[in-house]
């Protein structure tokens, strides 16, 4: 069964952090490219960070490259964002997902991606 479950999400002043953390299932986990995604009220969903579960093929946007950090936990299934020197501007609900290897995709595209979790919400405070 696929899965994803995201997790870690709360209120921060700017300049905090937070880890968001998403929990697969083992089908979804394996050997394919999972991301984190965010959307803000108004605002199409964007990409964060992506990578390959299996290693390597690390994607980050702009906007968050030195702060965000993408890592993951082999051992259980879980993928991490860990988010530092948050501003106000990173408030959004934040979505893992997961597709298989192969094919062409913009790995920070939500429209190549099949799995999606519920959102977890990220609130940065000025």
């Known amino acids: 069964q696929v899965q994803l479950v995201e997790t870690g999400g709360g209120s921060v002043q700017a300049g905090g952090s937070l880890r968001l953390s998403c929990a697969a299932s083992?089908?979804?986990?394996?050997?394919?490219?999972v991301g984190w995604f965010r959307q803000a009220p108004g605002k199409e969903r964007e990409g964060v960070a992506s990578f390959f579960t299996g290693g390597g093929g690390t994607y980050y946007a702009d906007s968050v490259k030195g702060r965000f950090t993408i890592s993951q936990d082999n051992a259980k299934n879980t993928v991490y964002l860990q988010m530092s020197s948050l501003k106000p501007e990173d408030t959004a609900m934040y979505y893992c997902?997961?597709?298989?290897?192969?094919?062409?995709?913009?790995?920070?595209?939500?429209?190549?991606?099949?799995?999606w979790g519920q959102g977890t919400q990220v609130t940065v405070s000025s």
């Open positions: 997902a997961a597709r298989p290897r192969g094919g062409s995709y913009n790995p920070l595209n939500p429209s190549g991606y099949i799995y």
């Open positions: 083992e089908y979804t986990y394996n050997n394919n490219r």
